[in-house]
Nanobody, 124 residues
Framework: VQLQASGGGLVQAGGSLRLSCAASGRAFSGYGMGWFRQAPGKEREFVAGISWTGGSGYYADSVKGRFTVSRDNVKITVYLQMNSLKPEDTAVYYC??????????????????WGQGTQVTVSS
């Protein structure tokens, strides 16, 4: 599975961005998906995850109520809608795929494939 993240950019605090993660390669069927982010000097952290069916979404406390994860299994694309952005959301955002759709979406070790990352910068 190859993952290509896009949609990052520079936005003012309070603004919105939508990230996309397009998958290609072997069958996408059954995979859970996640979004992580990494700010300079910090560890990569979980942001959001979504099950294969899209019926279950998971969020870090820091983004609950502001970010929404969704997926389109026909287009083989996962999205992260980010609203009410804050300067502390500034980071490189990565999408990732996990072969097992269940389990703990916040566990970075459970992901099998990673995209290259897209920069999100939120100015104050």
């Amino acid at each position: 599975v190859q993952l290509q993240a896009s949609g990052g950019g520079l936005v003012q605090a309070g603004g919105s961005l939508r990230l996309s993660c397009a998958a290609s390669g072997r069958a996408f069927s059954g995979y859970g998906m996640g979004w992580f982010r990494q700010a300079p000097g910090k560890e990569r952290e979980f942001v959001a995850g979504i099950s294969w069916t899209g019926g279950s979404g998971y969020y870090a406390d820091s983004v609950k109520g502001r970010f929404t994860v969704s997926r389109d299994n026909v287009k083989i694309t996962v999205y992260l809608q980010m609203n009410s952005l804050k300067p502390e959301d500034t980071a490189v955002y990565y999408c990732a795929a996990k072969v097992l759709s269940g389990g703990n979406y916040g566990d970075i070790r459970s992901y099998n494939y990673w995209g290259q990352g897209t920069q999100v910068t939120v100015s104050s």
